[in-house]
């Protein structure tokens, strides 16, 4: 059973930058499609972006193209949000996803493994 925990998450000024991290534990996941989906109170959850399992294929909603890099570090078992210029509407919970075997890295049901989440929190 893969355990994943995500950190990172704070409050910060419109504008500013967070860096997200999810670790992996209880299993391998360098061969797993991972993700990061993110949810506003009375809203949806909405994909964020998405990284093949090599690294080779990302994947972002339009809403954070060009701010948000996905990345992933498969030596640690791990994968990374860079959050640079950031708006208050992307205050959500983040949460990191693992092992999306169908390639559809913004399917939020073909992810089998969940972290908890954390909390992303942007003033304007």
């Known amino acids: 059973q893969v355990h994943l925990v995500e950190s990172g998450g704070g409050l910060v000024q419109a504008g500013g930058s967070l860096r997200l991290s999810c670790a992996a534990s209880?299993?391998?996941?360098?061969?797993?499609?991972m993700g990061w989906f993110r949810q506003a109170p009375g809203k949806d959850r909405e994909f964020v972006a998405g990284?093949?399992?090599?690294?080779?294929?990302?994947h972002y909603s339009d809403s954070v193209k060009g701010r948000f890099t996905i990345s992933r570090d498969n030596n640690k078992n791990a994968v990374n949000l860079q959050m640079n210029s950031l708006k208050p509407e992307d205050t959500a919970a983040y949460s990191c996803a693992a092992c999306a075997d169908s390639g559809r890295l913004w399917v939020s049901e073909d992810y089998a493994y969940w972290g908890q989440g954390t909390q992303v929190t942007v003033s304007s």
């Open positions: 209880g299993g391998v996941v360098n061969y797993c499609a």
């Open positions: 990284i093949s399992w090599n690294g080779g294929v990302t």
